[in-house]
């Protein structure tokens, strides 16, 4: 029942095309994207809220913190002033001052959760901050107090006790012991006076009431024992001033009194009521945090459990209906795939099932039935391809051996070339030694006829003409005859070299000028100049044979295209060292250089540009197999027309080819890629 219910369903799907089936399940995810998008979205504005919420406690934490950090800063500076005043210590204090109260009016007030307390703070932080300026008022007078109505009267009692001294004539005197008695208790005062002042000790000021008393005790036994009337004056005003210093201190003291008081019921009250609200501002801001966060994670819980739900409930759908979908589209299939799987195995009498549904699945089957048929008659044509196949091989054998007999003939072609040019190379020098050597036999006879005469003998002068007609006959044999036996000898090594291809160690500046002194007939017909740069000790490990084909065929090309209708010109032939492994030889002419075209075809075989003429096209194809394949170098093209052409080889220093490669089966290959540069 089962099988047959899905067979239903499949039939019931098939009626529906993929694409719809397909859209379906996009819906589907579609409306969950949607609906899902919504409730996120939905919970995100509350999410925002409380999360704005939280931001905006946290922002206000931090101007409590700044002003709660700026108060107790300003404090400490207070109390630092009051201990010990600079210009310095003021103006810090003004401009934290300003900070506070900036942070107050720019922040505190534009904050939206300390809007309502702003006021309390900045009345608590304004009575902080002024009074800062009554106590600052009260410093100056106590400065004052202190300097006119302490260290004055102190200076003037001083110079009084000097004047006494003065006016003592000696130090038996019996004022003497009173006067030093009272001397010692003013310096006791003065050092508790100044200990009292910098640090509000009591004990301190308790020192110097007592010494004040000591001084005023003394001040009458000495009037007793003053023995003139300079003495008693000085005491009289001693006395004064004494009294004076008494109600300055006493002054003095009170006004400290006062500082202190102003200090702890202004400055430090305030600063710990500026603290107390700050706290209490915090805890509200924590109350008010702990309950956006509780929204926030409250409304985070509700988004995941109905995003869950829903999202069960649409995969439950979205996976039944795919499972329907998916069954619908591969059940045909399997029947396609077994239908492909006999035809692919020569069953071709199977038929393809299916093939009358109207979805793309039916469109596949109908396809199928149709690649069956073609196999089968595709099947009828496999011996007429099998023929045409041997037919093309044989036409391919027959190519090649043309291929390779054309190759021959271009390089025997060559090598006759050389054969003519050398021969009337050597020639010239033969011909001018055969010459020398007649002239000089009909001297000699001439000589031996002289010589023999009956009629005088021979004469001094004779001699001489003869012995020196001689040397130059003799200087001029040996120097052809030499001229003659290089050419003949260089002719020889490389002839031996292009027709044995052996392998040998060579030095790469010998085989070059052995291969350009084979090259000279041809630069005597043709305008160029060559110029070779090839160091000394250049040794290769390769065959110096292939290196003079690659090196004539280069010049050859170069001479018949670059240098075309007697085209003056210069060719350089340099070579340096590449590493520890490799040799770069670089070929240039200035000639006419090669258009784009020209340049990507240079190395392919039976291309040429002057085919009316004679030309091959397998100069530069010979060449670069004999690079690449036969000493396993690199081979590159640079040029643009009318600037010239720039070959460069790179060789390896021990060839990496072999003769068996060029010459096993006679055939080369083509190259498989052409590297230039336009």
């Known amino acids: ?81 009051i201990n010990q005043p600079s210009p310095e210590l003021f103006a810090e204090i003004l401009l934290l001052r300003e900070a506070v109260l900036g942070t107050l009016t720019t922040r505190a007030s534009t904050d939206p959760m300390l809007s309502g307390s702003v006021e309390e703070l900045e009345r608590v932080t304004v009575r902080f901050l002024d009074g800062f300026g009554e106590l600052r008022g009260l410093q100056a007078t106590i400065s004052k107090t202190y300097e006119e109505e302490v ?121 710990a009521e500026t603290i107390a609200a700050i706290d209490g501002l915090s805890v509200k801001m924590r109350q008010r945090e702990q309950k956006a966060q509780a929204t926030f994670d409250k409304t985070l819980r509700d988004i995941s459990r109905r995003v869950l739900s829903i999202a069960v409930i649409f995969l439950g759908i979205i996976l039944s209906a795919g499972v329907l979908i998916a069954l619908s589209i591969r059940l045909p299939l399997q029947q396609i795939m ?63 051996a043309a291929q390779r007999n054309l190759i021959d003939a271009e390089r025997l072609a060559a090598l006759g ?31 031996e006829a002289a010589l023999r005469s009956p009629e005088g003998g021979l004469r001094r002068s004779q001699l001489e003409e003869f012995v020196r007609t001689s040397r130059d006959a003799s200087e001029q044999l040996v120097a052809n005859l030499q001229r003659a036996g290089e050419l003949i000898q260089s002719f020889k090594q490389v002839a031996v070299d292009r027709s044995h291809a052996e392998r040998r160690t060579f030095v790469l500046s010998e085989a070059t ?11 005597k017909r043709a305008p160029v100049t060559l110029s070779v740069d090839v160091p000394e000790g250049l040794f290769i490990d390769g065959y110096p044979g292939f290196y003079g084909q690659i090196l004539t065929n280069l010049f050859l090309n170069a001479v018949n295209h670059a240098f075309a209708d007697g085209r003056a010109g210069t060719i350089s032939i340099t070579a340096r060292a590449r590493g520890a492994d490799d040799i770069e030889i670089i070929f240039a002419d200035n000639g006419a250089g090669m258009t784009p075209d020209v340049q990507r075809q240079a190395f392919d075989p039976f291309f040429t540009t002057r085919r009316n003429e004679g030309g091959t096209g397998l100069g530069l194809h010979i060449v670069y197999n004999l690079v690449t394949q036969q000493l396993g170098g690199r081979m590159m093209l640079e040029s643009r027309e009318g600037q010239g052409t720039t070959f460069r080889i790179i060789m390896p220093r021990v060839a990496k080819g072999g003769a068996e490669t060029a010459m096993g089966d006679g055939t080369t290959q083509w190259p498989n890629r052409t590297m230039s540069s336009t």
């Open 417 to 447: 070339g050389l054969v003519a040019g050398v021969a009337h190379e050597v020639n010239n020098p033969i011909g001018i030694s055969l010459t020398v050597a007649s002239s000089f036999a009909r001297r000699v006879e001439m000589f």
């Open 151 to 271: 260290l004055g009267p102190a200076r003037d009692i001083a110079g009084l006790y000097s004047v006494i001294e003065g006016a003592t004539g000696h130090r038996d005197a019996e004022i003497w012991p009173s006067l030093g008695k009272s001397r010692e208790s003013f310096t006791a005062m003065l050092v508790a006076a100044n200990s009292y002042y910098l640090s509000l000790a009591p004990a301190s000021a308790d020192d110097a009431r007592r010494n004040i008393e000591t001084i005023e005790k003394t001040i009458p036994v000495m009037s007793g024992l003053a023995d003139n009337d300079l003495q008693r004056q000085a005491l009289q005003r001693l006395s004064a001033r004494t009294a004076a210093l008494r109600a300055g201190f006493s002054r003095l003291t009170d006004q400290l009194s006062n500082r202190t008081e102003l200090l702890r019921n202004t400055i430090d009250a305030s600063q």
């Open 1 to 81: 029942m089962a099988v047959l219910g899905r067979a239903r369903i499949v039939r019931v799907l098939r009626a529906v095309p993929i694409r719809w089936r397909i859209l379906s399940i996009a819906a589907l995810n579609t409306a969950v994207v949607i609906v899902l998008a919504a409730l996120i979205w939905n919970g995100a504005q509350v999410l925002g809220t409380a999360w704005d919420d939280v931001r905006q406690v946290r922002e206000s934490d931090k101007v409590l913190a700044l002003l709660e950090s700026e108060t107790s800063r300003l404090q400490n500076l207070i109390h630092r002033y």
């Open 338 to 400: 077994a239908a492909m799987r006999a035809i692919t195995l020569g069953d071709y009498d199977r038929k393809v099932q299916g093939t009358e549904a109207r979805d793309e699945v039916g469109a596949m089957a109908r396809a199928v039935e149709v690649f069956r048929e073609n196999a089968i008659a595709k099947r009828k044509t496999e011996d007429e391809l099998r023929t045409a196949k041997e037919k093309a091989e044989s036409a391919l054998l027959e190519l090649n």
């Open 513 to 523: 000028d052995q291969i350009i002194t084979s090259l000279k007939p041809v630069l």
